[in-house]
């Protein structure tokens, strides 16, 4: 079955330009002009991905996603935000938050599209899997969680989503510049240093697995057992 994708924006013109190009490549597509609609829409149906305006008449698009990351029945959807918002402040902000890309107004259909798809795409090579480090971290890559010795940790999406670079190939070594392409594609909006600051939040809460992210001076960061 074709994907179903919820598209949140309350520009009739841009809500129905996307529709179409969306409709074009095979996707089934819901469209909605303010978050109340949205909400209802999602209280008996969850799409496979969201595309999400900031500037709602009824919401603020970041407090919309924050809200999303944080229930579980809403967490592991795919969040592309749409908006004419292209401070670095509000990418960082909407990113941190979880958002798996960020697009601004104005912007190429055609390249929407194709990030639609390396999402989905990126959402299907991890479902369901569950990675195992040693004898005490777990980390369920479908469910967004962590576990050190049976405990969960909470991280933020943006730690989760680097221990998730790291452990996708144990023993590589990811330097700054990959991990941030992986995390914004080519909207990198922050300094490789705040890689340093994410991996050393994410070495304090995972405590005793701590020892499984290796620094490899001058280089980068790696996974290894």
């Given at each position: 079955?074709?994907?179903?994708?919820?598209?949140?924006?309350?520009?009739?013109?841009?809500?129905?330009?996307?529709?179409?190009?969306?409709?074009?490549?095979?996707?089934?597509?819901?469209k909605f002009?303010?978050s109340?609609?949205?909400?209802?829409f999602?209280?008996?149906?969850?799409?496979?991905?969201?595309?999400?305006?900031?500037?709602?008449?009824?919401?603020?698009?970041?407090?919309?996603?924050k809200?999303?990351?944080?229930?579980?029945?809403?967490?592991?959807?795919?969040?592309?935000i749409?908006?004419?918002?292209?401070?670095?402040?509000?990418?960082v902000?909407g990113?941190?938050?979880?958002?798996?890309?960020y697009?601004?107004?104005?912007?190429?259909?055609?390249?929407?599209?194709?990030?639609?798809?390396?999402?989905?795409?990126?959402?299907?090579?991890n479902?369901?899997?569950?990675?195992?480090?040693?004898?005490?971290?777990?980390?369920?890559?479908?469910?967004f969680?962590?576990?050190?010795?049976?405990?969960?940790?909470?991280?933020?999406?943006t730690?989760?989503?680097?221990?998730?670079?790291?452990?996708?190939?144990?023993?590589?070594?990811?330097?700054?510049?990959?991990?941030?392409?992986?995390?914004?594609g080519?909207?990198?909006?922050?300094?490789?240093?705040?890689?340093?600051?994410?991996?050393?939040?994410?070495?304090?809460?995972?405590?005793?697995?701590?020892?499984?992210?290796?620094?490899?001076?001058?280089?980068g960061?790696?996974?290894?057992?």
């Open positions: 079955m074709n994907e179903l994708i919820v598209v949140v924006d309350d520009e009739p013109d841009i809500l129905e330009l996307v529709v179409l190009h969306l409709t074009k490549s095979n996707f089934r597509v819901e002009l303010n109340e609609d949205f909400f209802k999602l209280s008996f149906k969850i799409p496979d991905l969201i595309i999400l305006d900031l500037m709602l008449p009824d919401a603020d698009g970041i407090e919309v996603c809200y999303l990351r944080s229930k579980e029945d809403f967490k592991s959807i795919p969040i592309i749409l908006t004419a918002r292209a401070s670095e402040t509000d990418k902000l990113l941190e938050l979880g958002a798996d890309d697009v601004t107004k104005p912007f190429s259909p055609r390249e929407l599209v194709a990030r639609v798809k390396a999402v989905l795409r990126r959402k299907t090579q479902s369901g899997k569950k990675i195992k480090i040693g004898d005490i971290l777990l980390i369920d890559l479908n469910r969680e962590v576990f050190v010795e049976g405990k969960k940790i909470d991280l933020t999406p730690e989760f989503r680097i221990l998730k670079i790291l452990v996708s190939n144990k023993g590589w070594v990811f330097t700054r510049d990959q991990i941030l392409e992986h995390l914004w080519h909207d990198k909006v922050v300094l490789d240093r705040t890689i340093d600051v994410h991996i050393k939040n994410l070495r304090e809460k995972l405590g005793k697995a701590k020892k499984f992210i290796k620094n490899v001076r001058g280089v960061y790696k996974i290894e057992e």
